[in-house]
């Protein structure tokens, strides 16, 4: 048995999901066609019940979710102004390294992982910049589990004529983009996040109006946005091998997503589910790394107790045997660890992974609440 992974992706998925790729589709046979045209068609009534007048395009592209930014930066950012990167957390810095190395103008703000982004700071550059390009920012930032303050970005941005483009990797799906949502002109994803498909594959929306205004812009031939969409309006084509399994899963994963109720319906489970994580562990505790109101339901940080006793290794090995897989973290100042809440995951897994980590806590003896 594989544990049930708390993990920010891949995610345990739902057995009709993996059972979905049980089939070797041709790519040109006209079943597959069908579902991989439903799957970006689904995409994009997800992203059109908060902009039903919005004319989106999904676009996907083979890989993890770094390939849908890369392409998203390399694609639709413009090449000649500087890009504007906000950064708390290493996706913020990764989308810095993508623009970095396309050669392409780049201004960077940046704050501790454990910083909010400071809003004021990111005004008074706007202001001193007035003639620069696009900003990029990560909306759930995973490294933390931060959710950033898009709407209130949305709006400044608006308010200085700039157009966002969003690494919404760990929360589309599962999280709303609100008020946000006007001010934004792209918003990359991936299958295997709060969508609860198979690693593989991955996608960027994009403004329809923004997309015709960028051939010949991508500095890579297979991230090419442009070139992706024109080849499959033309002939319903991938350029290039199509992932057809994990587009098979993605397909599956997408109703049991409808099903659930949506965007609105899923995120409801992963509230609980962090809701009663927080709780328990705080019950259990440890030190959660975030407060509450900046945090997103998606993965939960926690501080490493600073006891001998405790052994991140040996914690995570009695855990699998318990039946669960956590995360390391990812902070560079801080020791900590990570539970993710998503996937096929609900409240009473989250209740047994709690009398799991009591029962390894009187087993070891460490005091999670222990700081150095
Ligand atoms: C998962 C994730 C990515 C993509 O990571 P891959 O390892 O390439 O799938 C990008 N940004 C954020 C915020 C993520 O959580």
């Not at 594959?201 to 946005?225: G, K, T, W, Y």
């Not at 070139?227 to 057809?244: G, K, M, S, Y």
């Not at 030190?287 to 290794?313: C, V």
């Amino acid at each position: 048995m594989s544990p049930l992974l708390l993990t920010p992706g891949p995610l345990s998925t739902h057995p009709a999901t993996r059972a979905a790729m049980d089939h070797d589709h041709g790519s040109r046979d006209p079943a597959f066609q069908a579902i991989d045209r439903a799957c970006w068609a689904g995409i994009e009534a997800i992203v059109r019940e908060e902009d039903p007048d919005g004319d989106w395009i999904c676009v996907p592209v083979q890989g993890s979710g770094s390939f849908a930014v890369e392409a998203m930066l390399g694609g639709l950012a413009r090449p000649d102004r500087p890009l504007l990167v906000l950064e708390n957390g290493a996706y913020g810095e990764r989308m810095a390294r993508m623009r970095e190395r396309a050669g392409r103008p780049l201004r960077r703000l940046r704050w501790s992982e454990e910083e909010a982004i400071d809003l004021a700071a990111v005004e008074a550059h706007l202001r001193e910049e007035p003639g620069a390009g696009d900003v990029a920012v990560v909306h759930c930032e995973t490294t933390t589990g931060r959710l950033n303050p898009l709407p209130a970005l949305a709006a400044l941005c608006s308010r200085h004529g700039r157009r966002l483009l969003v690494d919404s990797m760990s929360a589309f799906g599962a999280l709303p983009l609100g008020a946000a949502l006007p001010a934004i002109d792209a918003i990359a994803a991936s299958a295997n996040k709060c969508l609860e498909g198979v690693p593989g594959v991955a996608f960027v929306l994009v403004r329809r109006a923004r997309l015709q205004s960028c051939e010949h812009r991508s500095p890579s031939l297979c991230l090419d946005l442009f070139d992706q969409w024109r080849r499959r309006e033309a002939d319903r084509q991938w350029r290039f091998t199509p992932p057809t399994h994990v587009i098979a899963a993605l397909h599956t994963a997408l109703a049991l997503h409808r099903a659930e109720g949506g965007r609105a319906g899923r995120g409801a489970r992963y509230a609980e589910n962090a809701r009663r994580l927080r709780q328990g562990m705080v019950e259990l505790g440890f030190r959660p790394l975030l407060a509450e109101a900046e945090q997103a339901p998606i993965i939960l940080t926690f501080q490493e107790p600073a006891d001998p006793r405790w052994d991140f290794e040996r914690v995570y090995a009695l855990l699998v045997e318990h039946g669960f897989a956590i995360y390391p973290g990812k902070l560079t100042r801080r020791p900590s660890f990570r539970v993710g809440c998503i996937g096929q995951v609900g409240p009473a897994d989250i209740d047994r992974f709690l009398l799991a980590m009591a029962a390894i806590r009187a087993r070891l003896g460490f005091d999670p609440g222990a700081t150095a």
